[in-house]
Nanobody
Framework: QLRVVESGGDLVQAGGSLRLSCEVSRSAVSINIIGWYRQAPGKERELVAEIRPGGTNYGDSAKGRFTMSGDNAKRTWYLEMMDLRPEDTAVYYC??????????WGPGTQVTVSS
């Protein structure tokens, strides 16, 4: 099982920016897809962005404001978030998919955007 740890969540004002980080352990295990998800209170978990072999995909809420990048050698991926809005308030989770059906989640990091 991989170990996934997110960091970088904070309280920011609307219009501000944040960079979240996701670190994944066990460098010998190849990751197929790495993604950021978020879950707001009372809502379902939704895809924010993911990097897969074909490229990077973004959820509708992230397009134009968020950018996902990564350093595979360091096993660290980032989510740059700009122009944050109160509706971006959520717990942000990183997910790593590996092997045939392996999937590892981190504990999440809280992002709170004040109006």
């Amino acid at each position: 099982q991989l170990r996934v740890v997110e960091s970088g969540g904070d309280l920011v004002q609307a219009g501000g920016s944040l960079r979240l980080s996701c670190e994944v352990s066990r460098s010998a295990v190849s990751i197929n897809i790495i993604g950021w998800y978020r879950q707001a209170p009372g809502k379902e978990r939704e895809l924010v962005a993911e990097i897969r072999p074909g490229g990077t995909n973004y959820g509708d809420s992230a397009k134009g404001r968020f950018t996902m990048s990564g350093d595979n050698a360091k096993r660290t991926w980032y989510l740059e978030m700009m122009d944050l809005r109160p509706e971006d308030t959520a717990v942000y989770y990183c997910n790593a998919k590996y092997a045939m059906r392996g999937s590892a989640w981190g504990p999440g990091t809280q992002v709170t955007v004040s109006s």
